[in-house]
């Protein structure tokens, strides 16, 4: 079975589809997460691979579901932004060795494949639908929502799996190359940090509107009191260490205005969603989360960074698409949890929504207000990649389990948990899940 | 004369991640020679404090490596070190703020620390 990437079709792209055809009838039941880590240690039993089949296990053991249940798998095989497997370092014979292999000695190690992740689980012995997703567990969401309300598979396991190498990231891959090829060779010439673009995007936002970077504070600390609340993430299993005003203000620039607590540690780590037919959720171990929709940002900027007119635009009309496949409107949502790793992607992301009412350039001023988990307006209740490390799904785990009722310490409790929105990651290529606890 | 040593903790102390070379029994004889030290490193700086406390080691100061300049501004005495491990941010800042420079292979061998 040769595993594809998710074509175009099965995403919601444009403005003006109409509500999702399969709404409320697509679930979300069981969780599955590994530990976390700084690095990989080179053992086995910690790669990326022996985690994700931990994370996959994990998922359906939460489900109630036997793995010959499962039917479609649905995974990112990428499982770094910036960590590579040096070409002069010797691969890990024994680590290779003590899984059954692939054509690929870094499967499983650097990268992810079915057919490897297949071979290491012989338990699931029923998938006759796989598909690639590129990039993000938020693409993997849509695709597999698309899939099973399509009938291609009815009970499907989503991953995403991220690990991360010793040394320093972004320092390795193109970076460490004589020449670089593609559109690259323009954005990355000058070895500018990965946060530069949204950090002019917010520089350019604080001189229209007013504002400053130390107005991000709030929602600094709220995101890493959050993740602090969130067993599954880096921070509250490694260093549970609360970020003050201070630590946040007086943080070195990485590219000013965004400084280094603007930035995600990158991290190891690895998370699975079950995803069935509502039908077939009913008689499952947990909650049923259903989805009412799924949304796609392709916009192309006209220039090499996208302009903060650009990320305004194409973020409102996210807004829009979300709310229109899900037949809802901006006051159904009981919480938000849209990507923040670089922090200065919320803003955008929220006025997009219109969350609570805000309108362009009012972000900063709402975080002034209660945004924590115990008042009327929740933000990033999951406390997002700046709460628990780089992984950009702890969103999306926050979600399924705010609406399941159990998100343990970080529970919503100032507004019922009723529908959430979750996705990104850039404002201008992103993908987005609307998630409810009831399915009409 | 006085001197002072800061310590990035990452990839220098030995309850850094990645662990360095310095340990807290290498702090301990400094101080124990009437060396002001503390800590600059990328760590929130309440987490810095939080750490030394939680090894029970005193401190005069933390404070975060780009920052070394001020506190020179803090202490006056005669010699002002930094141990770090990162070229383009310890060796960098330090330099650029007049403090010594150590890499934390070389601390740990230096009769200060011991």
């Known amino acids: 079975m040769a595993t594809g990437y998710a074509p175009p079709s099965m995403y919601r792209s444009q403005e003006g589809m109409g509500i999702w055809e399969h709404r409320g009838k697509v679930a979300a039941v069981g969780v599955g ?19 994700s089949i931990m ?102 396991l989503v991953l995403k799996a991220w690990h991360n190498l010793e040394g320093r990231y972004y320092q390795g891959g193109q970076n460490a190359q004589e020449s670089i090829a593609g559109t690259s060779a323009m954005t990355s010439l000058w070895g500018a940090p990965a946060c530069y673009g949204t950090a002019l995007q917010f520089a350019e936002y604080c001189r229209k509107y007013g504002k400053d970077h130390d107005m991000m504070t709030p929602f600094i600390i709220n995101s890493r009191r959050n993740g602090l609340m969130f067993p599954e993430g880096y921070w509250a299993q490694h260093r549970p260490e609360e970020l003050t005003a201070e630590d946040y203000q007086l943080a070195r620039w990485i590219a000013k205005p965004a400084n280094l607590f603007d930035n995600d540690i990158p991290i190891m780590c690895a998370a699975s969603y079950l995803f069935t037919t509502a039908e077939r959720a009913k008689d499952m171990k947990q909650k049923p989360v259903y989805i009412l929709n799924h949304a796609d940002s392709d916009a192309v900027p006209r220039g090499l960074t996208p302009t903060l007119e650009e990320v305004e635009a194409e973020c409102a009309l996210t807004g829009r698409k979300i709310y229109e496949g899900a037949g809802i409107t901006v006051d159904d949502l009981s919480f938000e949890n849209m990507y923040d790793g670089f922090t200065q992607f919320h803003q955008f992301h929220i006025e997009g929504l219109g969350y609570r009412g805000i309108e362009l350039g009012e972000a900063l001023d709402f975080y002034q207000t209660d945004i924590s988990i115990e008042g009327p307006n929740p933000v990033s209740p999951s406390g997002g990649n700046i709460g628990s490390g780089r992984s950009r799904f702890w969103m999306h785990t926050d979600s399924i389990q705010q609406l399941q009722g159990r998100a343990g310490g970080r529970q919503i409790t100032g507004v019922n948990a009723e529908i959430g929105v979750s996705g990104g990651p850039m404002p201008l290529g992103g993908n987005y899940t609307v998630w409810s606890a009831t399915p009409d | ?68 300049s001020d506190l020179k501004n803090q202490f006056e005495v005669g010699e002002y070190f930094h141990v770090g491990d990162r070229d383009d941010l310890d060796r960098k800042y330090a330099i650029r703020a007049g403090f010594g420079f150590f890499w934390p292979a070389e601390a740990a061998e230096n009769p200060l620390l011991l």
């Open chain 1, 55 to 156: 994370a996959l296990r994990n998922a359906i053991a939460d489900a109630g579901v036997s793995p010959d249940q499962v039917d479609g798998l649905v995974i990112v095989p990428a499982t770094t932004t910036g960590a590579f497997w040096p070409k002069d370092k010797p691969l890990p014979q024994d680590v290779i060795n003590s899984f059954v292999q692939t054509d690929d000695p870094l499967d499983g190690i650097a990268k992810l494949s079915v057919e490897w992740l297949l071979k290491n689980m012989p338990e699931l012995t029923n998938i006759n639908y796989s598909v690639y997703a590129p990039v993000c567990m938020s693409n993997a969401l849509n695709v597999a929502a698309q899939a099973v309300g399509d009938g291609l598979a009815h009970t499907v």
């Open chain 1, 33 to 51: 997460h590994s530990p976390t880590e700084r690095r990989w240690d080179e053992r086995p039993e910690t790669s990326v691979g022996a985690w």
């Open chain 2, 1 to 68: 004369m006085a001197i002072l040593i800061s310590f990035d903790i990452d990839g220098t102390m030995e309850i850094g991640d990645p662990p360095g070379p310095v340990t807290l029994k290498m702090v301990k004889a400094a101080r124990a020679k009437g060396i002001i030290t503390g800590s600059c490193s990328d760590r929130p700086m309440s987490a810095q404090r939080a750490i030394w406390e939680e090894y029970g080691i005193e401190y005069d100061f933390v404070c975060y490596k780009h920052l070394l």
